[in-house]
């Protein structure tokens, strides 16, 4: 069980090296499920992982002059903040036990997983749609939308810091629609906005949890190996039909731990 383990954290950083935005979805399951961290430690673990992940492909995007970083510390004014304040007050608020209906028991794990396993589903489903479209038309007008952009940031914020997912595959269709960036830009800079937000969200944790550095390192040096691996991968692949592909596979997992969770 502990080399599937491993081998799936590989799995993260390929992943995110091959689709760019999504790939991260799949680090809390693989935290709870397969090394039995619970629910709570691991979205922290997964900000620390996702964060470092994202920020090596955001620096091989920047290098190719493929993110704007004006516009990813526009977006960052809400969603950082939102996601900092979502750690360091709301998740320590949540008690272990919420609620009891009848004989149903409420508890965080369940909470945790099932509101995860409903973003899987999201994910999995925008993938698949986005793996079949053609890319967006882009709009130029920035001003515009600009008050749309921050309450966005501000839900991106709060997925993040709730869950522990970057949320790639909601900023990459804002970045294209409400911005106008082209799609090779969107990502890279959707990275840089993932690594900020996690990064910074995960500083919200310290204190709160007792955090195993040895093996979180570890963790995110195989994810991070991933990357590279998936980056080298995505140049010989038909990127829609990967991220089509990988849409179902969310989907199937999303409902996998839903039912695991609720039965």
Not at 95 to 108: N, R
Not at 130 to 136: D, K, L, T, V
Not at 177 to 197: H, Q
């Amino acid at each position: 069980m502990e080399v599937i383990a491993y081998l799936a954290s590989a799995l993260i950083g390929i992943s995110l090296g091959l689709v760019g935005g999504g790939g991260s979805i799949l680090t809390v399951p693989v935290l709870v499920y397969l090394f039995g961290i619970p629910p709570l430690l691991s979205t922290s673990y997964s900000l620390f992982v996702v964060g470092c992940t994202s920020l090596v492909g955001a620096w091989q995007n920047y290098k190719n002059d493929q993110v704007q970083l004006k516009t990813a510390f526009m977006f960052g004014a809400s969603s950082i903040s939102t996601v900092w304040l979502t750690r360091k007050f709301l998740i320590p608020a949540i008690p272990e036990h919420i609620a009891t209906f009848d004989h149903f028991e409420l508890t965080e794990r369940m909470l945790m997983m099932v509101l995860f396993a409903i973003l899987m589903l999201v994910a999995a489903i925008a993938m698949i749609r986005n793996g079949r479209e053609e890319e967006p038309v882009r709009n130029r007008e920035l001003k515009i939308f600009l008050p749309k952009l921050l309450l966005y940031g501000v839900g991106i914020g709060l997925t993040t810091g709730l869950l522990g997912a970057g949320g790639g595959f909601l900023l990459i269709p804002t970045l294209v629609v409400l911005v106008g960036l082209p799609m090779k830009e969107a990502i890279g800079t959707s990275l840089f906005i993932i690594a900020l937000n996690s990064l910074i969200g995960f500083s919200g944790d310290l204190g709160h949890f007792e955090i195993d550095w040895l093996f979180l390192l570890k963790i995110t040096a195989i994810a991070v190996a991933g990357v590279f691996i998936g980056g080298k991968m995505s140049a010989k692949v038909d990127s829609k039909k990967l991220k089509t592909g990988f849409g179902w596979f969310v989907l199937l997992m999303g409902i996998y731990i839903l039912l695991k969770e609720i039965l």
